[in-house]
């Protein structure tokens, strides 16, 4: 394991904010080829004092915001490979935890294994796109997870998870709800074997209507999703953001009603449970809210409201966490003035 002190997480997430870690603690070992040496170093780790102070497992810092110096220890996994499989239903990729999401839909893309493309250009490694159950484009990482591997930082365990038992749900899971408890280190995929693209959003359907394609392949699924993406939102090397910074609000069968006579213009949501097993819930877009409250494009210092998408909240340049903080809470004051509707973040404020 290698330690550093008093380290600069200014290169370590995508808001590139410039606060410290009092610790860093790299555990060093591909999590696949090498797992002796990995695990090498989660034993040292194990019998460390490492919990005496607050600490946290970093990805790559695509969803986290700094708001000041960590007073503790980071800890961050080394570089990983994968293996593939298959069996009558299924393929499958098993991947070590810091590998990028989308790097993994390359592969997938490269070997025919299906489902995946949707959630191409996702920045971040796959071992945090388990943990926030990340989605874009009508699917999310737990229509893909068959297993997950994890070592539990309090009492030394190792542990698979099924799918059932990560206990996903909108951007949440087992991992995210026992924050401080996971190290996920490993990751196994299942995708389908036969082609069918998801093409629920309007956004691709559209820019495929452009293009002139009827008949996507699985590539000109991936080209596209990552070309709308990247429309709307900053590019992390011109400007630092976590993408989505707010969860879009699930509310009430009567709170939507009453918003929808009121503002006849929102767009329209559907029940959540199409089955109607629960009370219907909506999900209404948060990026509609923060724009009709007038943030769109604004800033507040040096953070802003990102003028392709008022979901997303970006430095402006030189921004502290507490700046983004800061208007982030203003957001949310207006938005609930406004419409009584309470939003949440989606980025993990440290
Ligand atoms: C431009 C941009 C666009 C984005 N678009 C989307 C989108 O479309 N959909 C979406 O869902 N998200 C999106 N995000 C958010 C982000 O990409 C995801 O949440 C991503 O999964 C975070 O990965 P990370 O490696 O950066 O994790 P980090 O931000 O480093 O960590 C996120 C959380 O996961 C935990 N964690 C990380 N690794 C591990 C591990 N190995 N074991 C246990 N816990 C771990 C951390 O402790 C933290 O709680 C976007 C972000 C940006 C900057």
């Known amino acids: 394991m290698e330690i550093y002190e008093n380290y600069s997480l200014k290169g370590l997430n995508t808001f590139g904010i410039d606060a410290r870690a009092r610790r860093i603690l790299f555990l060093r070992g591909s999590t696949l080829d090498e797992p002796f040496r990995f695990m090498y170093d989660v034993e040292e780790l194990l019998k460390s004092d490492f919990r005496k102070a607050p600490y946290m497992v970093i990805g790559e810092g695509s969803n986290i915001v700094f708001t000041k110096d960590y007073e503790g ?39 025919k294994y299906y489902g995946m493309e949707n959630l191409s250009a996702i920045p971040g490694n796959i071992g945090a796109a388990v943990v926030q159950n990340v989605g874009a484009y009508g699917v999310e990482i737990k229509d893909l997870v068959d297993t997950v591997d994890a070592i539990d930082l309090v009492s030394g365990d190792r542990r698979t998870f099924s799918n059932e ?25 299942r995708f389908n074997t036969t082609f069918t693209p998801n093409l629920g959003y309007k956004a691709l359907s559209d820019e495929l209507q452009r293009r002139g394609i009827a008949d996507p392949t699985q590539q000109q699924m991936r080209d596209i999703v990552t070309e709308v993406r990247w429309s709307k939102l900053p590019r992390p090397e011109e400007y630092g953001s976590a993408g989505s910074f ?101 980025a993990i404020i440290v």
């Open 73 to 111: 220890s980071l800890i961050k996994i080394g570089e990983a490979v994968f293996h593939g499989g298959s069996d009558e239903r299924y393929k499958y990729l098993t991947v070590g935890a810091r590998m990028l999401t989308d790097e993994v839909v390359r592969i997938s893309v490269g070997y």
């Open 165 to 189: 038992e990560c206990a996903f749900g909108y951007r949440t899971s087992i991992f995210k709800q026992q924050p401080g408890r996971w190290l996920i280190w490993r990751v196994k995929l």
């Open 246 to 346: 707010f969860k879009n609000p699930v509310v009430d069968e009567a709170t939507y009603l009453r918003l929808k006579a009121e503002h006849p213009d929102m767009p329209d949501a559907h029940p959540l449970d199409a089955n109607h097993l629960t009370l219907n819930t909506y999900k209404l877009s948060a990026g509609w809210l923060i724009d009709r409250a007038g943030w769109k494009g604004k800033t507040l210092g040096r953070a802003g409201v990102w003028p392709k998408q008022a979901l997303v909240l970006y430095n402006t340049g030189s921004c502290t966490g507490a700046e983004v903080v800061a208007l982030a809470k203003a957001i949310q004051k207006d938005v609930r003035r406004q419409f009584g509707v309470t939003l949440e973040p989606e």
